[in-house]
């Protein structure tokens, strides 16, 4: 997993625009819909295709705006198949983009490849694992972190309602992501994590026998997650006809965010040339600041929770060493548009389904 903050000496080389290439791999999805009939949009396809695994799946951290080295990987190794760091679901949607623009059978395989890759990586209970084939860690745990999984089930749920670019997809296929998704909803309800008899958000990971919050890397805890729980919550508010189950799961999920948010703080950058990162971060205090949340948060008291590589769990981002301290985003801005804009617009049209306007 990654922090949302990439170390520039780590990724910068991956996300650099090569030579000639208009588009960055990152940006690949935010183009204007003319561009992905173009020869640069097909050239860069031609590239995806040449990073699918043989499990159907795609590796994390590669620039796909240009091919692999020849020593870069062993196709025939699925053990990097990922859906980890937008992996995969942002392959199979670009290659669908591109072929909706122009019909091209090897990109309608590749589509449909990794596709049958994300319904055999599933877990029956409806959770999904980092990496598939699984690999021992904390990495077959059903993994929330980065939206992973919210990215995969956004991604089948355009498959299932065969909006664009998957109006091509059969009766057949759209019947097998419904399924998915109905797993994936019902196991994101049985993941909301429950303290003192009151529904609140999710962790970033949950195992995936007993659906608990659970730890990742040293420095993520079990926690509430103010991020990751975002984008779950704007998933289950997209499901057309949302179940009294799924109702009260965003509405206790808002209240949450309600009540957590943090008022009176800034997080700024400040210049710092000798330390890891170039820079370092600091909390201070502003009273004109608008709202912010922390990324984690302790399940029992609700208190912000920082993480460093000594595994140790503290309460000020100032106590963490300066590598984790600015190389990681500990605090976001995210629930802000989704309390503000979102939610009430979902809950003036459910109102009397047991949403709270």
Known sequence: MRSS???????????????GAAVRWDAVLQQQPEWYGTPEARRIADDVLLYQRASGGWP???DMTRPPGPHAFDREDVSASTIDNSATYTEIRFLATVDAARPEPRYRDAVLRGLHYLFEAQYANGGWPQFY???PGYYT?????DDAMVGVLNLLRDVERG?????????QLRARAAKAVDRGIACILRCQIEVHGVKTVWCAQHDEKTFEPVPARAYE???LSGYESVGIVRFLMGVRHPSPEVIASVNAAVAWFERSKLTGIRVESIAAPDLPHGFDKRVVADPSAPPVWARFYEIDTNRPIFGGRDTR????????????RAGYRWYSEAPANLLGHDYPRWAAKWQGSGVKK
């Open 133 to 135: 084939p699984l690999i």
């Open 163 to 171: 909006n664009p670019p998957f109006q091509w997809a059969s009766q």
């Open 221 to 223: 805890h079990e926690s």
């Open 313 to 324: 769990i503290h309460y000020s981002l100032a106590e963490v060493e300066p590598e984790r």
């Open 60 to 62: 994390k951290n590669h």
């Open 5 to 19: 903050l990439l170390s520039l000496a780590a990724f910068g080389l991956a996300l650099a625009i090569p030579a």
């Open 141 to 145: 745990h059903i993994t929330f972190n």
